[in-house]
């Protein structure tokens, strides 16, 4: 069984201090793992994936299959960074599961 | 280029009656997935499918059916609402690279 987890329902920091957002997976064969966010009243969208290796928006999410871990960070939050994350996995037949998500909120 | 779309945008149903969640995608994508979205829990997988004429349970697919008769269409059926069904409903589809594109989904409600 294949499972995500995002340990912080709620996050909140100042504009212009780090992020990181914690993603946990368990999948018992080779995964790809993404970051997916939901703006208010917007659409669901991808933001990165961790085959790309690149770096949207300013995030970057690195694989550690070690701890099974792709956790979504940041070096310097802006104001409109402000959304749901999701963290997802799509394992070998195309299924995808997401995380709980993540509600980050950044202060002024 | 309308991408995925849902019908309806907002419906109230009371329990017992049934309804269908139309969802139908132009990119001529294989994958398709329905998920809903409840405060706190994040989007639980109901069913998906990886082409017209097969469709797979996801993790919650209790009280729901769907059919996949065409690459386009993956409509949902509820046939017995009930008030746990009250929810966001996100239908998703894919080529299989990874990336989903989603609807703008559906806010039911079962009274």
């Known amino acids: 069984a294949q499972r995500v987890t995002q340990p912080e329902k709620l996050l909140s920091v100042f504009k212009g201090a780090p992020v990181e957002l914690k993603c946990n997976y368990s999948?018992?064969?080779?995964?790809?793992l993404f970051w997916y966010v939901q703006y208010s009243r917007q659409r669901l969208q991808l933001l990165l994936r961790h085959i790309s290796r690149e770096s949207i928006k300013g995030f970057t999410a690195d694989l550690n299959k070690g701890e099974t871990s792709f956790h979504l960070k940041k070096p310097f939050a802006q104001e409109e960074d402000s959304a749901m994350y999701y963290c997802a996995l799509r394992n070998s037949g195309s299924r995808l599961t997401f995380g709980e998500g993540t509600q980050l909120t950044v202060n002024p | 280029n309308a991408g995925v779309t849902q019908t309806p945008k907002f419906r109230i149903l009371k329990i017992g009656q049934s309804m269908t969640l139309q969802c139908t995608q132009d990119m001529n994508h294989n994958y398709m997935y329905w998920y809903r979205q409840d405060p706190g829990m994040g989007l639980k997988l109901i069913y998906y499918s990886v082409g017209a004429g097969i469709t797979d349970k996801g993790e919650v697919p209790n009280g729901y059916n769907v059919s996949r008769s065409t690459t386009e269409d993956f409509p949902l059926r509820l046939e017995l609402a009930a008030p746990s069904q009250t929810s966001v409903y996100f239908c998703?589809?894919?080529?299989?690279?990874?990336?989903?594109?989603f609807g703008q989904g559906t806010r039911l409600t079962v009274v």
């Open positions: 999948y018992s064969g080779s995964p790809e």
């Open positions: 998703a589809s894919s080529m299989g690279t990874g990336e989903a594109f």
